[in-house]
């Protein structure tokens, strides 16, 4: 059984416009992500998640933060098998 925590969060202006962007910037990595497996699927026939993460991580870095880059890839590398 899983468990859920549920949390209100009541930030400032300033903190709401902040979360906002790191929200944006992670839809962007997820989706880059994406659009590149597919393209290694459609072009080889298999995808190299290896590869897809050091380039991701390599890209986004200095935006977003490797820590968070990292993340977002290895939930995408496992979302088609999570469900």
Excluded: C
């Excluded at 969060?9 to 962007?28: D, G, H, N, T």
């Excluded at 699927?41 to 897809?52: H, L, S």
């Excluded at 870095?61 to 968070?68: E, L, Q, Y």
């Amino acid at each position: 059984m899983k468990r859920a925590v549920i949390v209100k969060l009541y930030p400032s202006k300033a903190q709401e416009k902040i979360l906002f962007k790191l929200a944006y910037a992670s839809a962007i990595v997820w989706n880059k992500l994406n659009y590149q497996l597919l393209k290694q699927f459609k072009e080889y026939g298999k995808i190299d998640f290896g590869t897809t993460e050091k380039e991701a991580y390599h890209e986004f870095k200095d935006w977003i933060g490797g820590s968070t880059v990292q993340q977002l890839t290895r939930k995408n590398a496992l979302w088609p098998t999570s469900r």
